[in-house]
């Protein structure tokens, strides 16, 4: 795998913004990635040294469509942690 197929997206929301205050990134990633792949991905696309790696399965929520009922699609979760020292600048706006 590499690496650009295994970090999908960054999560935008008010909570990832508040794990940003305390170092800490999240991004959606591909179900197949290791925590090991996780921390590799962002060793090398941003240039900095993780320290923790944490996944969790995003699981589908229901929802109804006129008449029929289903769920959307689970997704994996990672939330990277860096030192203190230590942050990515495409997140910062510089």
Not at 21 to 40: C, D, H, L, M, S
């Amino acid at each position: 795998m590499q690496y650009e197929d295994i970090l999908l997206e960054p999560v935008l929301s008010e909570k990832a913004n508040k794990l940003r205050e305390e170092g800490k990134y999240v991004f959606r990633v591909n179900p197949k990635a290791t925590k090991i792949q996780i921390k590799e991905a962002v060793k090398k696309l941003f240039n900095v040294n993780p320290v923790s790696c944490t996944t969790m399965v995003v699981g589908g929520k229901p929802k109804r469509l006129r008449y029929r009922s289903g769920y959307t699609s689970s997704w994996k979760k990672a939330i990277v942690r860096l030192s203190k020292d230590e942050k990515i600048a495409i997140f910062d706006g510089v």
